[in-house]
């Protein structure tokens, strides 16, 4: 089910009408795959392309020919190899690639809105002689173009580190946490008894979920299963939680994601288990449980940072997503937990929950316009940022 952001789409809409670039960013589960979608409803198959770039990066050519043959029939790569034509090397399908995307146009020779998940995957092609460069050069080229594209990503540092010095067209939207009332919308979507939600419960499911849409689908999806009139959100998430739950399988999905994205697989994974057993910790307290010296350990964490596992709040170190915590602490052993263990567990997460600890709902997003994003390490760029 593609989940609905009314707000958010609006949002997204308004940088584009503005001759902005909206850059969504947000974790694994948080919607942005729906939300391009949605949009490539909203703008119609003749007028706009959806690529997903996880997919499409494989080697220069291959992923110049699957996205031209992908292209809608009302879509024209103006002056752009074909999908049967065969570049003389990377090079060249790099450069055929931008091209399209900077002169492709629809057939009222209006433009194209280009909406492209995970962008930052084109690093894929930087291992191809004459490709070092090719993410900062995919972003001047798409500033330059004369089309519209809403960027998305999961990897919010990388992103940060990428924009740090582009163009000002670029806008970093930060997707909204889900609220109760979206809660409730996409538990009325997926229900047959058509029955709404006590707000109560859509915002049990928020918080639990820390506001993603994946993560609440699927929890949703677990309470709906229960008998109407003794649906808990909790038990709902202890289903959805078993070994063979379908957000267990999400989680382990975005776990080992991530750690294939970054370096030092097993020891970022023993570092992670320091973490799920007790955060927050300062650097000094994971090298010693660690057995390992303080400057390694810096390294570790900063690659753990680097794919937004982990983050630093006053030099303690946290998991970045808190059900990843809990998946971690259930299914990172060496023998899958018992059902006791999840209900112990899942009952301890629940304890620990906030009802305030999710946000507003997207429809309060509000605009930064012109004021520059801090990154990391108090740089600032000529993007604009929307939390």
């Not at 009952?347 to 316009?369: D, Q, R």
Request: charged share 20%.
């Amino acid at each position: 089910m593609i989940v609905e952001r009314p707000g958010l789409e609006r949002r997204v809409l308004e940088s584009l009408d503005a001759g902005r670039i909206p850059v969504v960013l947000g974790g694994c589960a948080a919607g942005r795959t729906s939300l391009l979608l949605r949009l490539q409803s909203f703008f119609g198959a003749d007028r706009a392309q959806y690529i997903d770039f996880a997919a499409a990066a494989t080697t220069p050519e291959r992923c110049l020919q699957a996205v031209i043959a992908s292209a809608p029939a009302s879509v024209r790569a103006t002056s752009a190899p074909s999908a049967t034509s065969a570049p003389a090397n990377a090079k060249a399908a790099f450069d055929g690639l931008t091209h399209y995307f900077a002169a492709a146009t629809a057939q009222s020779q209006s433009p194209v809105t280009f909406l492209i998940d995970e962008i930052q995957d084109v690093r894929t092609f930087e291992s191809f002689p004459g490709l070092r460069h090719v993410q900062r050069d995919i972003v001047a080229r798409i500033a330059s173009s004369p089309n519209a594209f809403v960027l998305a990503s999961r990897f919010t540092t990388r992103a940060h580190r990428l924009l740090r010095d582009a163009p000002a067209r670029f806008e970093v939207i930060h997707m909204p946490p889900l609220g109760a009332d979206e809660v409730s919308l996409l538990a009325h979507q997926a229900s047959d008894d058509n029955v709404t939600w006590p707000a109560a419960l859509a915002g049990d499911v928020a918080t639990m979920a820390g506001g993603r849409a994946g993560y609440a689908r699927l929890i949703v999806d677990a309470v709906l299963a229960q008998p109407n009139g003794r649906r808990s959100a909790g038990d709902g998430l202890a289903a959805a939680f078993a070994p063979d739950g379908a957000l267990t399988a999400r989680c382990r999905e975005s776990y080992e994601f991530r750690l294939h994205r970054a370096r030092g697989y097993g020891a970022l994974k023993a570092i992670l288990g320091v973490l799920a057993e007790q955060e927050s910790l300062t650097l000094t307290e994971i090298s010693q449980r660690l057995h390992r010296t303080p400057g390694s350990t810096k390294d570790y964490l900063s690659w753990l940072e680097d794919v937004d596992l982990v983050t630093v709040q006053r030099k303690r170190y946290t998991f970045g997503d808190p059900l990843l915590r809990l998946f971690v602490r259930l299914y990172a052993q060496p023998v899958p937990p018992t059902s006791d263990d999840v209900a112990r567990e899942v009952a301890a997460f629940v304890k620990g929950t906030s009802p305030t600890a999710v946000a507003t709902p997207s429809v309060a997003i509000t605009a930064s316009a012109g004021v520059p994003a801090p990154v990391a390490g108090g740089d600032r760029s000529g993007i604009i940022e929307i939390d």
